[in-house]
């Protein structure tokens, strides 16, 4: 399979606990996304990354919320101290480097996280 | 601020029949704008985009939209819906991030 890789799929933690997400983006595309997903709306932008340098973040991502993407390649997406409020589907895309253009993001399946 | 607005958040529609799934556009600046569909747990896949050129685009499964900018609209059409597209889709715009509406679920029923 040759598309974004999310793990894990699904993830149900308690309130206070720190969570850790996965990306693997299609082999050789530069830029990688984070996205969040609740119930009812259309995905909304947390960061993304060219290679390894983040180069934006929303104001959506607290300090709760940290992304690294340490050689390029996957990219990790914490979240600390967990909060009701986190339960959502975070998804991550990638795409390849046009310029500055974005021409086309290819999505995965999403880590859906559940905070009890 | 680039943004869009999807109007309608649920379609119901019989099978064969057309339908019609709008989006509005707001931006300052040059314009990029996607279709995106999500099928039941399944991820984000692009539909179609428009990034210059002829104002009318296509995809490979019959649906097209057409890039106006005098409405500011970029509203998705299909002549003849099937089961299989009941999904829910995306209207986006952006340039290096994509900024997506609140999506539209197309209902099919037979």
């Known amino acids: 399979d040759t598309g974004v890789s999310q793990n894990p799929r699904h993830k149900i933690t308690k309130r206070g606990q720190n969570v850790t997400f996965r990306c693997d983006p299609i082999s050789e595309h530069n830029r990688l996304y984070w996205y969040r997903q609740t119930l009812g709306q259309g995905p909304e932008f947390l960061t993304y990354f060219q290679n390894e340098a983040q180069l934006e973040k929303s104001r959506l991502l607290s300090d709760r919320f940290s992304a690294e993407r340490p050689k390029g390649s996957f990219s990790t997406l914490e979240i600390q101290r967990t909060e009701q409020g986190d339960s959502a589907m975070y998804l991550c895309?990638?795409?390849?480097?046009?310029?500055?253009?974005?021409?086309?993001?290819?999505f995965g399946q999403g880590t859906r996280l559940t905070v009890v | 601020a680039q943004s869009v607005t999807q109007l309608d958040s649920q379609v119901p529609v019989f099978e064969e029949a057309p339908v019609e799934l709008r989006c509005n556009y707001s931006s300052s600046v040059s314009v990029y704008l996607f279709w995106y569909v999500q099928y039941p747990n399944q991820g984000l896949q692009l539909l179609l985009k428009?990034?210059?050129?002829?104002?009318l685009v296509e995809s490979i499964n019959g649906f097209e939209a057409e890039f106006n900018k005098s409405q500011t609209s970029f509203h998705l059409r299909k002549p003849s819906v099937h089961i299989s597209d009941t999904a829910e889709y995306f209207c986006a715009t952006g340039f290096q991030k994509l900024v997506f509406g609140t999506g539209t679920r197309l209902l099919v029923s037979p």
């Open positions: 428009y990034l210059s050129g002829s104002t």
């Open positions: 895309a990638s795409s390849p480097n046009t310029g500055t253009l974005n021409t086309e993001a290819f």
